[in-house]
Structures are given as structure tokens and as C-alpha cells.
């Protein structure tokens, strides 16, 4: 890996799924993976995850690590039923 940089591995459950790792800038946060990822999708209608993290919820600030485990999920998964009610 070059000098200056992490590597994290990156699951995602979101249409199309995704899981590899992710090379960043040292120093990067969640903000700055879901911008290299996630592009223009709106973060709320997500939980983000880090391995390390004892938070469910991260703040988009949360500096990141070599080696950390990232999972983002939706909130809501399209065609799920709650309560026996269609989505």
C-alpha cells in the first residue's frame, strides 16, 4: 500500500452489493468513504458501522483506520414487510 494511505474493507447491502477493500488517504473519515462510494445517495436512509466502534451510529467525522471493518446498510430494504404489511 502506498505510504500515506489506509486500506479498509467496505460492505455494502445496498442494490447491487459490495465487498473490498477500499484504499483512502490517511486520515480519512466516513464522510470521506461515502463520498468515494457512495457519491450522491442520501446518507440517512443508512446505518454506517466501524468494527472498532462501539457506536451504532457514526458522527461523519469519525476518523478511520487501517484495517477497519465498514458496513453500510439501508435502514429499509425495498420490499420488506413489517408486521405482515407490504412496504
Avoid at 13 to 33: K, S
Avoid at 75 to 82: F, L, T
Wanted: charged letters at 25%; one cysteine or more.
Amino acid at each position: 500500500m502506498p505510504e500515506g494511505q489506509i486500506r479498509v474493507f467496505l460492505t455494502t447491502t445496498t442494490e447491487t452489493g459490495f465487498a473490498d477493500f477500499v484504499n483512502l488517504d490517511a486520515g480519512a473519515t466516513i464522510e470521506d468513504l461515502w463520498n468515494k462510494q457512495m457519491g450522491a445517495q442520501d446518507a440517512s436512509k443508512y446505518v454506517i458501522r466501524c468494527s472498532r466502534a462501539e457506536a451504532q451510529v457514526l458522527p461523519a467525522d469519525f476518523a478511520l483506520q487501517d484495517g477497519d471493518r465498514i458496513t453500510i446498510t439501508p435502514h429499509k430494504i425495498d420490499g420488506a414487510e413489517v408486521a405482515g404489511f407490504a412496504a
